[in-house]
């Protein structure tokens, strides 16, 4: 009974995250989805790249690395909650590695990590640039 209790634990883990990779197809899917994609940089690194339009700049960790004690608050104001489908972002997908699991451990259901960051993004961006796309 005990395994199979840990099994279905398991299970629900492995489908409360969703990975997929931050490029521009992804986040116009996102958007027009209505899904919102919460960037958890830090506010330098949004000041010095910028942000995806209409995304919530919502710091997880701070930079000693420690977690923003008003993260879960400031989602809820924001009218995200456990079974709320959204995303989160940072600069190379690290950081959302970490933070999507520990929000999983919280229990959010309907989490999107981009993987590759901010960081992927520019580099597909960089693609349209190069190839005219």
């Known amino acids: ?35 919102p994609i919460i960037d958890i940089r830090l506010p330098m690194e949004w000041e010095s790249t910028g942000v995806i339009p209409k995304s919530i700049k919502l710091t997880f960790f701070n930079q000693r690395g420690e977690v923003n004690p008003n993260f879960l608050t400031e ?7 456990k079974n709320s489908k959204f995303a989160i972002i940072c600069r190379t997908g690290h950081r959302t590695a970490i933070a999507s699991k520990l929000l999983t451990k919280y229990g959010y259901k309907n989490l999107i990590n981009l993987e590759g960051g901010m960081f992927n993004l520019f580099k597909d961006l960089l693609k349209e640039v190069k190839y005219g796309k």
């Open 1 to 35: 009974m005990k395994k199979i209790l840990l099994l279905a634990l398991f299970i629900g883990q492995v489908f409360a995250l969703t990975n997929i990779k931050a490029i521009k197809t992804n986040i116009i899917n996102l958007q027009k989805q209505n899904i």
């Open 75 to 81: 989602l809820k104001k924001h009218h995200i909650n």
